[in-house]
């Protein structure tokens, strides 16, 4: 979102961007201020998202199947709040709820509009911080099993309309169970936290780290040009993590298992994706020292959220 609500003092105008026959007077003393942007169409519309970010989007299709039909939908509704204005019963307006719209109410109420619009911000603002602190692994800040699944999802889903080669892989480390009894949990932590760093200052700002257990990362590679790509960008990885590391005045040492599995290759789903780079992983050798901790360490599992992933 480009702007929020301050506690005290004037807010911040929200910006709309608007697909509607013509732009509406909003008063801003109430509900503003806003900064309404007009688009000519959805086409319109998806292209000045690209361009820049938006609180709110308020747009009044011809009729419910125009707005399920864009292509564009699925992402808006993450990014920002949308507000429909369309004459409809229940029937039609609780399908556009479950495709992630905000609210949908009828065109020529411009103090309604005005209030449905910063509410469904606000909501939209609440519903981002829930998603956050349950999507996040807190000891790394990095997102969590369920966020990489559902980024996944929305990524494959765009892959199916503009089709490109993309990569999960899967990274296991050895040496955390040793340095938790060592050291304390805050060390191993702290080590899994450099490790977090490290990964993601060696990729591209469109891929995706995450944190997949307690002794496990994922990297998705939000497209490649080449398989090839995938595999060159896991040895990296791998040889990344596999050196030294300082924690607490001592140098520490991981060992890496790594896995890969290619869309479309290896499968189009989020989680056979996972599944199959988790199990390449738990069958190849270690790159680096198994220094502070073998396989033994963690028990005959493997690594956490193998059972969910």
């Known amino acids: 979102m480009t702007s929020t609500v301050p506690t005290t003092g004037v807010p911040a105008a929200l910006r709309v961007l608007c697909v509607v026959p013509a732009l509406p007077v909003l008063d801003g003393a109430q509900w503003g201020p806003f900064d309404l942007v007009p688009c000519a169409s959805l086409a319109a519309l998806s292209h000045a998202l690209g361009q820049a970010a938006a609180d709110a ?25 949308v507000v429909v204005l369309l004459h ?17 109410l009828p065109p020529g109420d ?28 807190l000891s790394t800040g990095l997102p969590n099993h369920t966020q990489l699944l559902e980024h996944m999802t929305h990524l494959l889903a765009l892959r199916e309309r503009e089709p490109a080669p993309m990569a999960l892989i899967v990274l296991r480390v050895e040496g955390l169970a040793r340095l938790g009894e060592a050291l304390g949990a805050e060390s191993a932590n702290v080590l899994r936290r ?3 760093v490290r990964l993601r200052s060696a990729l591209r700002a469109s891929d995706v780290v995450a944190s997949i257990g307690s002794d496990a990362f994922a990297v998705l590679l939000a497209w490649i040009d080449s398989p090839q790509d995938g595999e060159r960008v ?11 590391f300082t924690v607490t005045g001592r140098t520490q040492t991981l060992a890496v298992s790594a896995g890969i599995a290619s869309y479309p290759e290896h499968g189009k789903d989020a989680d056979g994706l996972l599944r199959r780079a988790l199990g390449q992983a738990a069958q190849v050798a270690t790159v680096g020292h198994a220094g502070l901790a073998s396989r033994a360490d963690r028990g005959s599992d493997a690594a956490a959220n193998d059972d969910e992933a």
């Open 110 to 137: 411009a103090d309604a509009t005005a209030r449905a619009l910063r509410l469904a911000v606000e909501r939209k603002q609440l519903e981002r911080i829930a998603r956050k602190a349950y999507a996040t692994d």
């Open 57 to 81: 989007l308020l747009i009044q299709p011809q009729d419910a199947a125009e707005l399920v039909a864009w292509p564009g939908l699925s992402q808006a509704v993450l990014d920002c709040a």
């Open 88 to 104: 409809t019963d229940a029937g039609t307006a609780l399908p556009l709820l479950q495709l992630g719209v905000q609210d949908v």
């Open 234 to 244: 896991m040895a990296k990885m791998a040889q990344s993590l596999a050196q030294p």
């Open 194 to 196: 450099k490790a977090a």
